[in-house]
């Protein structure tokens, strides 16, 4: 039986995580420095232990204002040390309420860049190797990235992830956020867009072609208009095809 993890970034203020918890196998929980705080944090953790879903560390670049979706000139070591600290402030909240953190997921524009650039996926993993739950922690990176490659290379777990609430370019990349089409807000749409990922390893980009991606992992975003709904669809979808859904587990 074929087998996905189902994640949605969370706890990022878009005020969907009520309603998407109950569909989702992991929860990233921002770490407070490009969306939430202690509060945040905690309660997100909260609801994640109410529905049995795996919780993760999500930090990005310090940047409230721009939703860490800007890519941000940060000497290497203030990169590790931020990272780090994301992923310990969370992990510390989760801990005094009886939980472990099972991965990490770069968010944003960290992410993205975390795709090819090999120095930026280094930071990373250099500040989750330092943080207290180090290298039990599984790391989400884009398949076939710099982030994937490096992860193998400091023998740490890797897991592939796809998007079915984004479009894609025909390198495998995703579509820019401020081009046309880059999302994908129609439930049928991205649940068709996660079947053909788990079944055939393939998903269609934004000019016609086929591109192979595998992956282990599926996200929506907690903010794409209708996060919700896309949630429940793709769960369902996966469900009615006889596809398991669960999460990585420390």
Same mark, same amino acid.
């Given at each position: 039986?074929?087998? @996905? /993890? ?10 969907? /995580? ?8 992991? !929860? ?9 705080? $202690? ?5 997100? @953790? ?16 310090? $940047?409230? !204002?721009?939703?860490?979706? %800007? ?15 994301? %992923? ?52 989400? +990176? ?15 777990? =890797?897991?592939?992830?796809?998007? =079915?609430?984004? +479009? ?12 046309? $089409?880059? #999302? @994908?807000?129609?439930?049928? #749409? ?25 992956? $282990? ?16 669809? @793709? ?9 398991? %859904? ?5």
């Amino acid at each position: 039986m074929k087998a @996905v /993890d189902l994640n949605s970034d969370l706890g990022e203020g878009a005020g969907t /995580d009520l309603a998407i918890m109950p569909f989702v196998t992991s !929860a990233n929980i921002a770490c407070g420095e490009h969306a939430g705080n $202690d509060n945040t944090m905690r309660a997100t @953790v909260e609801l994640a232990l109410k529905h049995h879903v795996a919780i993760g560390a999500h930090p990005g670049y310090p $940047d409230r !204002a721009r939703f860490g979706r %800007v890519a941000l000139e940060m000497p290497a070591s203030e990169l590790i040390e931020s990272v780090r600290r994301q %992923v310990d402030a969370l992990g510390g909240i989760a801990a005094r309420l009886g939980a472990r953190l099972s991965h990490v997921k770069a968010h944003g524009a960290l992410y993205n860049q975390a795709e090819r650039d090999v120095g930026i996926a280094r930071s990373i993993l250099l500040g989750i190797q330092r943080s207290a739950a180090g290298r039990e922690l599984v790391v989400f +990176a884009p398949p076939k990235s710099a982030l994937w490659r490096e992860t193998k290379a400091f023998g740490l777990r =890797v897991a592939r992830e796809g998007f =079915v609430d984004r +479009a894609y370019e025909p390198d495998g990349t995703l579509r820019p956020r401020a081009l046309r $089409d880059a #999302l @994908v807000t129609e439930p049928e #749409l991205a649940a068709a867009q996660a079947l053909s990922l788990v079944r055939t390893g393939r998903v269609t980009a934004s000019d016609g072609s086929a591109i192979a991606l595998e992956v $282990d992992t599926l996200c929506v975003h907690g903010d794409t208009p209708g996060a919700a709904d896309i949630a429940k669809a @793709v769960r369902e979808a996966l469900n009615d095809a006889k596809i398991k %859904v669960v999460a990585f587990r420390p």
